[in-house]
Nanobody, 121 residues
């Protein structure tokens, strides 16, 4: 199995910054994409940012210019630097990776347990 452990969530005021980190471990052959989703109360889970193994990135329009995703392929880690946070960023943030456990298996999505980010006004 593949485990993802997130860290870095918390309570901040609007305009402040937070950095989320996530480490993948376990039986990993290779990881394709890594990234972050979030889910606010009463809303569907949405993509925040993702990064490919080659470093190509995608961001939700709502976070472009404020959030930066980065990745360390050797350590199987991904981070999300969040600047200029606002109350609409309040959500549970989930780390994910698209990985396979051997050369003969398919890529599968794996998810972390989530970390709460709360932005107060």
């Amino acid at each position: 199995q593949v485990q993802l452990v997130e860290s870095g969530g918390g309570l901040v005021q609007a305009g402040e910054s937070l950095r989320l980190s996530c480490a993948a471990s376990g039986s990993i052959f290779s990881i394709n994409a890594m990234g972050w989703y979030r889910q606010a109360p009463g809303k569907q889970r949405e993509l925040v940012a993702r990064i490919s193994s080659r470093g190509n990135t995608n961001y939700a329009d709502s976070v472009k210019g404020r959030f930066t995703i980065s990745r360390d392929n050797r350590k199987n880690t991904v981070a999300l630097q969040m600047n200029s946070l606002n109350t609409e960023d309040t959500a549970v943030y989930y780390c994910y990776c698209y990985a396979r456990q051997s050369a003969s298996t398919y890529y599968v999505d794996y998810w972390g347990q989530g970390t709460q980010v709360t932005v107060s006004s």
